[in-house]
């Protein structure tokens, strides 16, 4: 019963390839992000989505396109990758609650470019 | 059970007190150990980043790894009410599995 879950874990593919990160919540949080992790561990926002409506879309490639078919989940879709994609990528959700608005994150997934 | 868990709180402290935020786990494979801090309506930061046993200072922070005990704490000496936040532990192990403890929230009242 994970929380928050993503897919694949591991995904290692080519220079160019189209790829896909998808992510489900089971929290019945209303906003949903993703976040890339570089090789220092600093975590960047990317994208947030409130009840399916995007209300985060930071300085991110436009190769970069983030779906909610609903509330509960989040998909990530790369086109055209490329070697500066590889990066560890983190789902993560929230609920509003005023001040106390904790991240619950999914288990990250490795992305490889080769 | 959860392989990292992280005391809910909610903590709160008057200014210039110590705080220790605490994780543990039970995953003997991770190896780096990472402290987060998220202030309300903004993306978690990074604070600190640990690998294998001991100590590290940095400033008022000082971030402990206790591998044989499965343990990591975050100190914060003369917390000031701008350390507010909730703080997340996270864990990775060498194959770049990582976990997030569910973060703690800290209120420092002046």
């Known amino acids: 019963d994970t929380a928050v879950s993503q897919t694949p874990k591991y995904l290692v593919t080519q220079m160019g390839n189209d790829k896909s990160i998808k992510c489900e919540q089971n929290l019945g949080h209303d906003t949903m992000y993703w976040y890339k992790q570089d090789s220092k561990k600093f975590l960047k926002i990317m994208f947030s989505?409130?009840?399916?409506?995007?209300?985060i879309n930071e300085t991110v490639p436009n190769r970069f396109s983030p779906k909610s078919p609903d509330k509960a989940h989040l998909n990530l879709h790369i086109n055209s990758l490329e070697l500066g994609d590889s990066a560890v990528y983190f789902c993560?959700?929230?609920?509003?609650?005023?001040?106390?608005?904790?991240?619950?994150f999914g288990s990250g997934t490795q992305l490889s470019v080769l | 059970q959860k392989e990292v868990e992280q005391d809910p709180g909610p903590l709160s402290v008057p200014e210039g007190a110590i705080v220790s935020l605490n994780c543990t786990y039970s995953?003997?494979?991770?190896?780096?150990f990472m402290w987060y801090r998220q202030y309300s309506r903004k993306g978690p930061e990074l604070l600190m980043y640990?690998?294998?046993?001991g100590n590290k200072e940095d400033g008022r922070f000082t971030a402990q790894v206790d591998k044989s005990s499965k343990y990591i704490s975050l100190f914060i000496r003369d917390s000031q009410p701008s350390d507010s936040a909730t703080y997340l532990c996270?864990?990775?192990?060498?194959?770049?599995?990582?976990?997030f403890g569910d973060g703690t929230t800290l209120t420092v009242k002046p």
């Open positions: 995953n003997s494979a991770f190896q780096y």
């Open positions: 993560a959700s929230s609920q509003e609650r005023g001040v106390d608005e904790k991240l619950f």
């Open positions: 996270a864990m990775e192990t060498n194959a770049g599995k990582s976990t």
């Open positions: 640990t690998y294998s046993s």
């Open positions: 989505y409130n009840n399916k409506e995007l209300i």
